[in-house]
Every structure is written in C-alpha cells, then in structure tokens.
C-alpha cells in the first residue's frame, strides 16, 4: 500500500464559479478521486488554509507519496514546511509536481533552479509519449489530447532531466518537456505539465492513469530516511555495517 | 584546426533533377561550405561512389570530426567500413549523423538501438533551443523556422541522450527529440534532424550555424585512441602510469 | 510472475575441476538457484551448446529478463543469435549482464562501444552502494565483502550509465563502476562485476540479493514490441492512435 | 579570456599555524596561482572576511567562473550572497566546489540535496580517471595519487551527476564519485573532492591541471543572463525571437 497526500493550495476553487465548477471538490479532490480508484493506494488530501498548511509531521512522516498543485499562492507556503517537505523527499519520499508547481518554493528549492518558462492563455494541447516503456507511460498509447490547456514552452529552467517521458506539442507553435523525472538524493521527483485551474485536464482518463503510474513509480524501494540519517558521519577505517 | 570530413551518399543528388537544383554541389558541397566559412576547420569531403566508399584509412584516421548524411543506400555501405568508423568514433572521434542517418548503420551500432521513428512527406517545422546554453545552440536565438521539412515524429528508437539540445514542434501535430548528444566511450556523436533531400535546410544559416557548433562540440578533447589501445589489459597490482 | 532465462557458456565447469566445485550445477544453476528462492520468478537455463545455444525462439520469446554469463567463447556465439536477442530487448525485454559478459557479443552490440577495461587476477573487493534508494541496492547495506574477486579497474568503455547503482574498491589500489544501469531503446540493461569462476560470488547472499532485485527492476513495464513494431513508420497528418 | 574569481573562507590558515605553512598564501593564494599560469585566464580572489564577504556585485558580476573553498563557517556567509550567486549560476556562470565545499550553502542550494558523505582523517587517495576523454581529465594520465587526504565515502548525498569524471580509492576500503558535473539550468557545476586544508592537494601538479581544466569547462558558451531574463514570461501565439 502506498499512503499518498494529495497538497492542493485549494484558492482558485473558492474565488472563481468557473473553477468551481469544473472542480466542485477541488482540483485535489479530481486527483484524490482519481488515485482512489486503484486499492494500492490510501489517499488523504491536505489544503494551504488547514491547520499547519495542510501537512503537520504526524501526516509528512507518515506520506511515502506527496502531490502538490500550487499557483496563486506559491509566496504563502511557510518556508519551515518547504524545508521539512525537501528533507523527507531527499530522505526518500516520492514527489509528483503538476502544472503551475513549477514555480513553487519545493520545486525550485529541489532542483536548485528558477523553473521558468513561456506561457500563453488557453491552447490545443498534445502530449506525446517519448519514452514508451517507462512506468509512468503504461496505458497512454502514442499520446494524451487535451483541447485545452494552458501553453508552457521552452526553455524550461531545470537541470537535464534523469528521463523524459513526455514532451507537450501546442497549437500555437510551441513545444514543452511536459513529463520530467529526477533523483532528489533518495528520492523521486515527477514533475508533469497539465493541469490548469480552468481547463479539465485532471478529469481526463489518460492524465488519471499518469497520476497514478507516478505515484506508483515515485513510492519509495526502502525505507524513507529521516534528516539526521543523511548527516555526514565519521567513521574509523574499514568499518562496514 | 579540427578536420572534418563531410561525407554523403550522393545519390539523390544524380537521380533527381529538383534535388541538384537545391544542391547542385550535393549535399555534402552545401555542408562542407558552410563550414569554410570558419577558419577553424579544414574541410574535406567523401562520398559512397568513391573509392574505399570515400573513406580510406589514411582519410579516416586523420579525420577528427565526421558528418554523415546517407538515406536510400544504408545497406550498400560496407560493414567492414562502418566498423573502422565505429572504432575510430570510441577511441575519440566526433560524429554528427543528419537526419535520415537515423537509419544508417553506423548511428544503429554506435546507439546500440534500432533509430526507428514517425515520418511522413513534407510539413512545417519549429526546431526549439530547449538547452539554450549548450555550445551547439549558440547564436541561435529560441528557435530556427523551417517552412518545409520532412516530419520525423516519436518515439524515436534511441538510449536516453545525454543532453538534449532542440526539440522539433511539426505543424502536423507531432513533436521531435531533434537535437541529441550521446557519449560514446571517447567520442562524442550529435545527431540533428533537418536535412531532407528536397528541402533547404543546408541553406539555412542557422542550420549552418548548428553544425560548425556541433564540429567544435565534438572535436576530440585529447588524442585519438587507436582500437588497440582499447583493448582489455591485464595489470599487475599497484600499476599506475 | 516474471520469466527469467539464466544462459550460462558453461565451458570452464566441464574443464575445470576447481570450477566444478565450485559450481557443481554450474554457474547457471547457482544463479537459478538464487532466483527460484522467490516466488515472483519462473526460471529457465540454457547453455552455449545446447541445440540452438539453447535460446530457440520459443524460449527466447518467452523471456522476459535474459540474465548472460560467458567468457572463454564469446566468439563462438551465433551472430544471428545476438541479433535476435538485442532485437528483443529493444523492444522491452530486460537483461543482465554478469562480469565477463563486459566482453560479449550481446553487451557490446547493446552498448555500442568495446566494454575495455583492466584486469588482474583474485583481489580483495568490496562493492560500495551508492545509489542507496534504488530498486537494486535494497537489503544490500553499504556493501558486499568479497574476499576473493577477479580485479576489473577503470577506464570502463562504456557510455555514460542511466543510473549507477555500485562502484568497487579493490584492495590492490583500483575502483570501478560495478553496477551500471543503462536504458536501451526500450528495455532495461544492468551490468554487475562479480562473478569469475573461480571465485564463489554467486554463493554470496548479497550477491543473489542483488540478481532478484535486478530482475525484478529490469521487467519490462508494459508488453514487448517485436521488431516489426519497431520499423520506420509513415504517418499521415494528425493521426493519433 | 574567462574571469575567474577564487573565492576561500581563509579561517583555517589564520588559526593554524599548520595550514599557515602549507599555504602561506591562503588556499585561494595556493589556487589563484595554479590558474595565473595559464594565460587564458584573468584571476581575483575573495575571502569571506573581506567588505561583502568578498563578493559585491561588481566583481560577481564580472565573473565567469567562481571557485568556492569553505568548511569552518559555511554559517556565516550571507544567505543574501549565496542567492546571488545561485542566480548568476543558474543565469550562465561557472561554478566549482572543492572539497569540504559539499556542505557549502551555494552546493546545497544549487543540487537540491543534502551533500552528505562519510568521512575519517588523512588516509592515501587515488583519484582515478573514469572519463578519459572529458576536457576535464586532459594532461592527468590514469589517476592522481595524494599520499594523504581527508577520507570521503559513499552513499554522497547528491542527485546523478550528469557526467562523472573521477572516482577515488582510499587505503581504508572506500571509494567517492570525487569529480562529478552538474547542469545548473545554464550553468555548469563541477565538483572535485581533494583539498583538506592539512594536505598538499593544491601543491600537486594535476590537482592545478584539473582545476585549469574545469575553469575551462565551466566557463559559459554565451552570455549570462541576469535574474530578470529568468523571468515567466506571457508570449502571444506564434511569437518566436
């Protein structure tokens, strides 16, 4: 079983009937509901205006899988918590970042870089498969159609990527690394394009599957190692445990 | 000085009349060039029809950069050939394979992979910088505008690259890996996309300006180890040179 | 369940009496052994000179991880035979490649370069984790003891690994990358540097630790594409399957 | 010309009269004159007691490539500095840390993890070339013996090194991907592991031709971008520069 925490910032739902509307229990519900329908997972979900944000130790240490979809409020997001998510990911938990999570402080902070990129208003959007038999991929075919979606083009700030999984083709004209895989020391990191507040990608089947391959793919193989696991340790010659 | 040794098949060139207005010097007189222009190379060329397939030892073995361009006679190139190139290519010489040099022999053997991808006859094409610091995109600006091309599509048959320079967005809906460098034990190998028989990617400056780029990129760093030099080697203990 | 096929040259066993004792099942049935200690794998073997090097199509086609010892006739391996198989793991299949298989005809195919390095014989050899995270390190430590292990020092010709999993301490003064993960095309290859004949690494609960979990991380994800799949493709405008 | 800026904490030196004799000089003294030797490169050096740690803009800013030596009071550098310098990394500049530097802020920062690694007093080293034919390893033969040096072990706390060029042995059974390249967004990173500050690293021979070669390396292939050209940026469709 794997225990995934599904973080939404859970604002755009409560300021716009539009959003509200295509997320009526918020965009972490879609996805919640999304990840549920598979028993390996036990799913909890955890908003910006809950107590301790959403994610005190008693539900981060017990998560082996964190979402996270953030825009709006990116700035609000206690920098202690950011610091708290970035030591269990480099411990081993798994992290999946979507869409306008590319400019969160856990993303920047995990990749040690900016995470820019272009962006326009509503376009046709299609994300191909490049890697074809990579885990997160099983079950999408050639590619996922999304009539609508915010564009993201390149460059796109980030370290190379360990895989590429997918790159997103807009009808405007431009091109995105929309599905990125990196190794945070012991932990996996997804990081996956779709996704905006006023489109509908999180009830498209194709991007339910992805979700839940990701998390499938990101769960930790061992044991998540707190902090003071990870410190730098002395050792006499030739000890081995 | 780098030595370049652009070679092509040549053959399009003698059968078609639309393909020797667009390079009445052949493909490899458009590359070879375009490389002239900087005085940094000494530039020769060689093709399939001549002897030793244009590639002899002694034009082979001083070669520190080589470009291939081949498509409708893969099969007529000699194993015997593609293995001193192979050779040469792991001990430290550069290579860029063109476009259909997908399907060469020599980019199956040095990738390990098949080189198998979409295609289809003459589309738009946005070739996108998605590593805008690599020397190869230099003074390229965010993208090079093809308005015609054939359209190569995914999955493209090939390892994870070790660094991704361009991604092509078709306006047919299709996006392209277009730009890859892979290390090959000494070598390194770049293989770009554009380069159609007939169209004019060999006339685009930027076009040109990637493959004086990918030259110097792939120039060897240190000598040229010869195949025998890379042979397994049997040591005694504390051996170090 | 994953269908696991352990092909063993099986020479030095039926030459040597040393090997022989070692290995009386041979170097196959060790390895065979240590997998069937788990339920999740049905295991074949096949040897060098069973009809069709025992890997007729039948069998080879029914594999799902090809785990490949071999040595002292690498040569002797049919051409075609090591077609067929690089064939299959571009399409998904999974393979491992034990110690002197750095030098077969499948593991230089695959990797596209000479798989040279040093070597020298028994040493003391200690093989450090250091990818503690991931799916092949797990119920490993920090290390596996060998008392006794043929020496392999670096340089190593190989492309860059995917992924590097273990690197070896030698107590005559070398290291080497012992655990190399590479992605061909679309199957899974891992390297591992133990295992000469004469040594009793396929004895070593570590050791047949580090197999399962190989096998296991090398399973192909989704199904395997037999080569026609694999062919260049035209397309006509827009197509999406 | 590359403007390269050697930036040490210089603490050590001025407690210990030890140090003192070893670098009469100070580190960055020790290191800018392994640089002054070769004529492409125009030499400054920092230190963190000096007016802004060293570092005001005017000199960050016309630097290509910084090197960075801190152990004792990585604590005391401005978090205001080490944003600075993570912007102009991920804008272009060269990076290189040295040794005990793994614990810097500016490492951790721009890796995203937690730089961990074991570690136990002077103990022989030999860093072995892994990538011959990287420009980083040119001019240094197989490998680099230091008859003394701090030890530092496996599992280091780092994401996959996009190429890794040494790994060292210790006399006491370890060994340490000690020389590993990092894409920073436009930036590249090196780090190299020798230079305890009670050791001759900097006094040998190749450790100054590494250096030399890494400066070289690291040196942006174009211009630097400033903070603000990392930006979002809203593009209308089909704007292409």
Known sequence: MIKVTVWNEYRHEKKSETVRQLYPDGIHGAIAGALKADDDFIVRTATLDEPDQGLPDKVLNDT????????????????????????????????????????????????GTSGSLKWRDGDSCRVWVVNPSHPIAQGIGESIEL???????????????????????????????????????????????????????????????????????????????????CEWRKVPTGEVK
Chains 1, 2, 3, 4 share one sequence.
Not at 65 to 87: F, S
Request: charged share 25%; aromatic share 12%; glycine share 12%.
């Open 64 to 111: 082996d899988v964190l979402i996270w979809w953030g825009h709006m409020a990116h700035g609000e997001v206690d920098d202690a918590l950011v610091e708290r998510i970035a030591v269990r990911v480099r411990g081993g938990m798994g992290i999946i970042v979507l869409h306008s999570g590319h400019f969160s402080k856990i993303f920047k902070k995990l990749t």
């Open 147 to 229: 009539p609508e979606e915010e564009m993201y083009g390149e460059p796109f700030g980030i370290p190379e990527p360990d895989e590429l999984v997918f790159v997103s083709w807009f009808g405007g004209g431009e091109v995105f690394r929309s599905g990125c895989c990196f190794k945070v020391e012991r932990g996996r990191m997804f990081y996956f394009q779709p996704g905006h507040e006023t489109n509908t990608a999180f009830h498209n089947e194709k991007v339910k599957t992805v979700l839940r391959n990701a998390c499938k793919w990101a769960a930790p193989a061992g044991e998540i190692i707190d902090s003071s696991g």
